[in-house]
């Protein structure tokens, strides 16, 4: 008797007796939905921060622009080039061309110490010193504020990252390095990538300030499309007069985000199954007493003819409802809490500050809301084979 | 004692709620293992600096270079005890995702500025008879199977040699243990005077300085003396107390530090009052209970502490097992593989989780334990 329309009839009035008596039990069922909130909450929060980083970092390259480091640096912190080295990389093939020239800016990468704004500690900010081309080597970058700093003089340009979240960077006062002083002319933006976090200068005068010669350390190119890496990077690597290693800048930068995403990503999934196992044992604390608080209706109903089935898949109906508040309430808590927020943090490749904003993707939330659907399957189960299995007998004695 | 009895049976009638309720006090605490230790590996460092050390680095950036010079001049300024300097490698074994830092040092005055760091007499006079020699901490020994007498080959990633290569090679003549916990024993260092003759650049400078101090209490005084020494020149200087150094390192990683121990913290919150709700519950089912053993002539005292003890007994079992099973699971190492040389669960740690697990008792057996002690035995009875 059975059949699909009966069972269906049957889990909706089994259902209905739980969702009911919720009211009774609301100090549990709360605490089992805060107990899923919290670990969809905490997962998503510590994954987007790792998302967050890795996305500034992939946001910085794109597939048609290369750069060229000493052969053996993995970083440009420890590259270097003569300026004869920079001239013959910047005629190599491949390389798209603008009426100034090659779009190709060889540049120079310092650190400097700044307070940050948060803490008052110092941070190492990085400093780079540009060549003409550099604006359009990276396309997406654009002043947001004031001007472009004059070719040949001690003025600078500040990433928006950079001038949130360090002191002393504010457009029109005086950056001090040293014995020198900079006048702040701008503010930039360069679509969400790390020079956002960084202090931009004429390379040539920033030699000048470090002593530097006329030295490099890393030569940033456009590419006439994507296609012409292989041929710019061989080139490159078989000319006798250079010993290079060249990447393109999207690889350069993933390659760069891994250490800190993968740290951020384990003490993430750590933390959260830790949550997780604590949540499983709310939830099924809450359903066992859902179900034993419903020992006489369960039943009577099974007296009355209705299957076994019905009453596991109500319970599990029951407790997968409150999985599912407990992860929405908890996915929608940390995109509020979470996203966007700016925070800057140490990337090691650079030993210098980046400044980066959580990001909380849809795809962190989804993960968020099977995480919370796993525990209410969990915690529904062996409640709900209980209920079942319950002696209708003995269950019916104790009206 | 005689209550013991009593107060187990209750937590044995039902048996499921007690052992779910005890697992996730168990979770709880083991979290909060977790919790210290990262924080711990995070921030540890500032906790044992030296307190009569300072560290002078270059004023624009620590990566600009000091002279060797620079020692003599500052070991002549008053209050200053004893000065040596480091300088950073940056060498890569094998594959550059086996990072550990490798500093160049005057190996004896090195080796009596850092106290902390133990090395057995005969290895410490092989590391003063061997100019390629090096020694390197436990931890790292460890993960690599350095031995004494290997020769491990490095190779730099700044430092090129006078012969163009960069490949260099060290003998390892000595391993050192931590004479604290918190102790960094990863590092390896070797002598600066096959360092500095080897390489093909920057000849003569160094990295930073340590300078330990006579008097801890005028170390401000010190430092900006030191600063004073050097102020004008083309290599100014900043120098900062150890501890403030270190932690504004850790402020560098900082915010990250910051919102993941509040995001702990909120967790922790989270679980505890989960368990906490569970067990008021259970009490409250037994009210009943509590109106016959009062009309047997429980004081209402009693009948508080009742109720407390054993809301304070599943704590406390809860949380003892989970911060045994933290320390067990800690003790294992890092779970990111080696990115966090400290870490451990701390001490300190331990004995505030006791006391954490110990108010969670309380604080969730507070309530129900003062209705219990309120009740009036007909009511009690006829809820029966």
């Known amino acids: ?102 779009l190709a800016s060889a540049e120079l990468f310092v650190i400097i110490n700044l307070p940050k704004r948060s803490t008052g500690t110092d941070a190492n900010v990085p400093m780079r010193g540009v060549e003409q081309a550099a604006l359009k080597v990276r396309d997406k970058l654009h002043l947001v504020e004031g001007r472009m700093f004059e070719w040949g003089k001690n003025e600078v340009i500040v990433g928006v990252g950079a001038a949130n979240a360090f002191a002393g960077l504010d457009l029109g006062s005086k950056l001090r390095v040293g014995r020198r002083e900079w006048p702040i002319v701008g503010i930039f933006s360069a679509g969400g990538g790390t020079a956002e976090s960084e202090i931009w200068t004429d390379a040539t005068v920033l030699q000048g300030a470090y002593n530097r010669g006329n030295t490099f350390q890393s030569v940033y190119v456009k590419l006439i499309s994507p296609g012409a890496f292989q041929g710019f990077k061989d080139a490159l690597t078989t000319d006798p007069r250079l010993t290079v290693k060249v990447l393109r800048q999207s690889e350069y930068y993933a390659e760069q985000s891994t250490a800190v995403s993968r740290l951020i990503t384990s003490l993430g999934y750590l933390i959260a199954t830790l949550m997780a196992i604590g949540a499983v044992f709310g939830a099924l604390n809450t359903m066992y ?48 809490t979470f996203n966007g927020l700016h925070t800057s943090t140490m990337n090691w490749n650079s030993f210098s500050q980046i400044t980066f904003a959580f990001a909380v993707t849809p795809n962190l939330l989804l993960q968020g809301i099977v995480w919370a659907v796993l525990i209410g399957l969990i915690g529904g189960l062996f409640p709900a084979i209980r209920g079942a299995r319950l002696p209708i007998a003995a269950a019916l004695r104790e009206l | 004692m005689k209550f013991f009895h009593l107060i187990w049976s209750n937590l044995k009638r039902k048996k499921l709620r007690t052992i779910l309720t005890l697992l996730s006090i168990v979770v709880a605490f083991i979290l909060f293992g977790y919790l210290s230790a990262i924080k711990q590996a995070l921030a540890g460092g500032v906790a044992l600096a030296g307190q009569n050390r300072l560290w002078v680095v270059h004023k624009i950036s620590i990566i600009q270079s000091l002279p060797q010079s620079y ?242 007994l599943l704590a406390i079992l809860g949380g003892g097992v989970g911060l045994g099973i933290a320390l067990a699971l800690i003790a294992r190492g890092d779970p990111t593989g080696g990115m966090l040389p400290l870490f451990y669960f701390p001490t300190l740690d331990v004995l505030a989780g006791v006391g954490f697990s110990l108010a969670l008792g309380v604080v969730a057996g507070i309530f129900p334990a003062l209705q219990a002690m309120r009740l009036r035995v007909a009511d009690a009875l006829r809820r029966m």
């Open chain 1, 1 to 102: 008797m059975a059949g699909p329309v009966n069972l269906l009839s049957q889990v909706v009035s089994v259902s209905k007796f739980g969702l009911l008596s919720i009211p009774q039990r609301s100090g549990s069922v709360a605490a089992a939905i805060f107990g899923i909130a919290g670990v969809v909450g905490v997962l998503v929060g510590v994954l987007s921060m790792g998302v967050g980083f890795r996305k500034t970092l992939l946001a910085s390259g794109s597939p048609d622009s290369a750069i060229v480091l000493r052969s053996g640096a993995d970083s440009e912190m420890v590259s270097g080039f003569l300026r004869e080295n920079t001239r013959v990389i910047a005629d190599a093939p491949g390389i798209a061309q603008s009426a100034d020239g090659p």
């Open chain 2, 71 to 312: 020692k003599a001049r500052i070991e002549r300024i008053p209050g200053v005890a004893l000065a040596t300097h480091e300088s950073w490698f940056g060498g890569v074994y094998q594959d550059p995702k086996n990072m550990f830092p490798q500093i160049p040092v005057m190996p004896e005055e090195f080796l009596e500025m850092v106290p902390e760091l133990i090395l057995p007499p005969e290895q410490k006079q092989a590391w003063l008879e061997t100019r390629t020699g090096a020694i390197v901490g436990r931890k790292t020994a460890e993960r690599f199977h350095f031995k004494v007498g290997d020769r491990i080959p490095l190779q730099a990633s700044i430092w090129t040699k006078t012969d163009g290569s960069r490949l260099w090679e060290f003998d390892i003549v000595g391993i050192f243990d931590g004479r604290d916990k918190n102790t960094d024993i990863t590092p390896l260092y070797f002598r600066y005077d096959y360092f500095d003759e080897a390489r093909q650049w920057n000849k003569g400078q160094v990295g930073w300085y340590l300078v330990r101090v006579k008097d801890p209490n005028q170390a401000p005084e010190v430092a900006k003396l030191i600063d004073q020494e050097f102020e004008n020149s083309d290599a100014e200087t900043k120098t900062q107390p150890e501890a403030a150094f270190v932690q504004a390192w850790v402020k560098q990683i900082g915010d990250i530090t910051l919102i993941t121990a509040t995001i702990l913290s909120a967790v922790f919150f989270t679980i505890l009052l989960v368990t906490g709700n569970t067990m008021s519950q259970s009490v409250r089912e037994r009210i009943g209970e509590l109106g016959v053993l009062k009309a047997l002539g429980y004081t209402n005292v009693q009948a508080l502490a009742l109720v407390l003890a054993e809301s304070c």
């Open chain 1, 289 to 336: 007493s859902s179900v034993s608080a419903r020992t006489r209706e369960i039943a009577t109903l099974r007296a009355l003819g209705f299957g076994s089935g019905a009453v596991v898949v109500s319970v599990m109906v029951e407790s997968l409802a409150l999985a599912l508040i407990g992860g929405a309430v908890g996915a929608v808590l940390s995109y509020l």
